[in-house]
């Protein structure tokens, strides 16, 4: 199974109103509820892919509570630890086409409960082929989180996976993850100078890491991927509009896939690229349609460079 870590879990929720007018108040009419995170993103698509899956990570509350059983209604197997503190809620403020987001801090996590934490993790990891580790850290969870666990992932034979920003990336990536997954502007902070465009980036992705796999997005221009022997490209000649929220989870939900059923890497970048499009395209962020997926499939390029 692929194992996924999302230790800030939250609870997304969705307001939607035609405006939004600061200084006003706004009568709700439709509240949208989902397990979020990004690594329960990642375990949400690769059960629509009929992964076997496992979402695990921290949450607490009845916050906590409430992830835990959407994740139920959505079938999606969940082996969270319960912390005390309350998960929080990243809320969306919806209008037709704009989004305004409000995230909660994170909850804070005791020395114990990452103690706690990490003894469970040892537990699951076994059973593990692929971990994939997503997102932020909540407070009190070391800086080199990542790091500690990509070590006991490795130990226990399993394949490792990244996709994180800031110091927790940067911390992570000492481990010498198999793949790294950083955006744009993550790349830009791994290397300390901005790279928008994938052309840009080869010879600075080659130098980031020795012995992990380099797959960069650049939003709507594709994945950047340099292994230790290759390079590609793997892009859509006509981006799609929609929403892009958790294209980056979608696109390392197809990684992993890839990895465990062991598919060479042009496929897998093919895949990366159909099934993070198909996510945009997807009317509720960060779900995608199988259907779309292998539509777009057809018209990924894929260049080696
Ligand atoms: N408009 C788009 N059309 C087609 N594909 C897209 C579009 N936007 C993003 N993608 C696909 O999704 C992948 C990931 O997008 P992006 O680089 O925005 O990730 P991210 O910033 O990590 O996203 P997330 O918000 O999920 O963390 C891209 O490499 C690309 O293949
Ligand atoms: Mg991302």
């Known amino acids: 199974m692929i194992l996924t870590v999302t230790l800030n879990a939250a609870l997304d929720v969705t307001y939607r109103v035609p405006a939004l007018v600061p200084g006003t108040t706004h009568r709700i009419t439709e509240v949208a509820e989902r397990a979020g995170g990004k690594g329960v993103n990642v375990a949400r698509v690769l ?3 009929g992964d076997p899956v496992v979402a695990t990570g921290l949450v607490g509350g009845a916050g906590g509570a409430r992830i835990r059983s959407l994740l139920a209604d959505e079938r999606v197997p969940e082996a969270f630890v319960p912390i005390a503190a309350e998960s929080r809620r990243t809320v969306v403020v919806a209008e037709p086409n704009v989004a305004t987001g409000l995230w909660e801090p994170g909850p804070i996590v005791t020395p114990d409960e990452w103690a706690a934490f990490l003894g469970h993790f040892a537990d699951l990891v076994r059973d593990a082929q692929v971990a994939v580790f997503s997102g932020s850290l909540p407070p009190g969870v070391p800086v080199d989180a990542y790091r500690t666990l990509i070590e006991a992932a490795r130990d226990a034979g399993a394949w490792t996976v990244l996709d994180s920003s800031g110091d927790p990336l940067q911390y992570g990536l000492r481990a010498g993850p198999d793949l790294v997954k950083p955006n744009a502007e993550e ?14 980036a080869v010879d600075a992705v080659r130098a980031l890491a020795a012995g992990t796999v380099v797959a960069a997005s650049f939003g709507p221009a594709g994945l950047l991927a340099v292994t230790e022997q290759v390079a590609w490209r793997a892009f ?22 890839g990895i465990v059923h062991d598919r060479p890497w042009p496929e897998r970048l093919v895949d990366a690229v159909a099934l993070s499009a198909a996510a945009v395209w997807a009317p509720v962020a960060g779900s995608v349609d199988l259907s779309d997926y292998r539509r777009l499939r057809r018209a990924v390029t894929i260049k080696e460079l």
């Open 47 to 49: 059960h629509t892919l």
């Open 187 to 200: 790349l830009a902070g791994l290397v300390g100078r901005p790279l928008p465009r994938p052309a840009d």
């Open 236 to 257: 859509l000649t006509d981006p799609v509009d929609g929403n892009p929220t958790g294209a980056g989870d979608a696109c390392v939900a197809a990684l992993a896939h």
